[in-house]
């Protein structure tokens, strides 16, 4: 956001969109697509738990990119709709 947070910022005000829930998508939506196979966390996961990317990949997806998606998409049509809340 540091590098295009300002030209986001403003273009965001120019059509009426309230930073607060640029904000709040923004936020949600970087977080949601971080399940790479090489991300630490993930192999971390994956070693703690005992099982390979084979066996357990299909669930993190789901975890880390599908329920992330779809919130993020609720919260975009219902900031669109009612404003931030």
Do not use: K, W
Request: some cysteine; hydrophobic content about 45%; glycine content about 12%.
């Amino acid at each position: 956001m540091e590098a295009l947070g300002e030209v986001y910022y403003q273009r965001g005000l120019e059509v009426g969109i309230s930073p607060e829930l640029m904000h709040r998508i923004a936020s949600m939506s970087c977080g949601g697509l971080d399940s790479l196979p090489h991300n630490g966390a993930v192999v971390t996961l994956l070693i703690i738990c005992g099982v390979t990317h084979r066996q357990a990949y299909r669930d993190i997806g789901v975890v880390s990119v599908i329920v992330p998606l779809m919130a993020t998409a609720a919260v975009l049509t219902l900031g669109t709709l009612y404003g931030s809340f």
